[in-house]
């Protein structure tokens, strides 16, 4: 799925193989991860 999407973007408490495969790493997902990674892939135009 991350292939498919064109840009995979990982939360940093991933499995090392999900971190492997993604174009981005960014928070944990109990740290806002998520959102900021919607705010810089999608929000942030």
Known sequence: MLEFAG???AMGNA???VKAASNC???????????KA?????LSG
């Open 7 to 9: 840009v995979g973007v």
């Open 38 to 42: 919607i705010n810089r892939f999608v």
């Open 15 to 17: 499995l090392d193989e």
């Open 25 to 35: 790493i960014t928070e944990p997902n109990n740290n806002g991860g998520g959102v």
